[in-house]
């Protein structure tokens, strides 16, 4: 009996026009990121990044708008929960002296997912030298 309902709802929705788009759950808690390559600052030992208004939105108003990340590799990758327009990125040697400042927009792709659920985008910046 339960396979004759089965098939009876089976068919009845194969004959429905409007599909409904199933997401993935975790399409959900992808967080943006913000990638600065910093390939032609060797000393760099780490990055700040700043957002107006806000990188990490808070709660009661204790937002943060400034993130710092060490340097591997040449990169400094950060995850925001906002998706700023404009960023300034300040790179610290070990000393934390400042090597050098950049202001950009951000240029936002996405890396996966799709246009009906979403998906994780990335923006990247490039630290001129």
């Known amino acids: 009996m339960r396979v004759v ?3 009876a709802v089976l068919l009845a929705l194969a004959g429905c026009e409007d599909e409904a788009t199933v997401c993935p759950a975790s399409a959900a808690v992808v967080l943006p990121n913000v ?7 060797p000393a760099a030992d780490s990055a700040v990044l700043q957002c107006a208004p806000a990188c990490v939105p808070g709660l009661a ?3 943060r708008t400034e993130l710092t990340v060490p340097v591997v590799d040449g990169v400094a990758g950060f995850d ?3 998706s700023p327009a404009t960023v300034a990125v300040t790179v610290l040697a070990a000393d934390g002296t400042e090597l ?6 951000l240029d936002w792709a996405r890396v996966g997912g799709s246009e009906e659920c979403g998906g994780p985008v990335v923006a990247t910046v490039d630290v001129p030298g």
């Open 5 to 7: 309902v089965a098939v």
């Open 100 to 105: 050098t400042r950049l202001e950009t927009e």
């Open 80 to 82: 925001v929960f906002a």
């Open 61 to 63: 108003g204790d937002d």
């Open 35 to 41: 990638v600065v390559q910093l390939e032609r600052w």
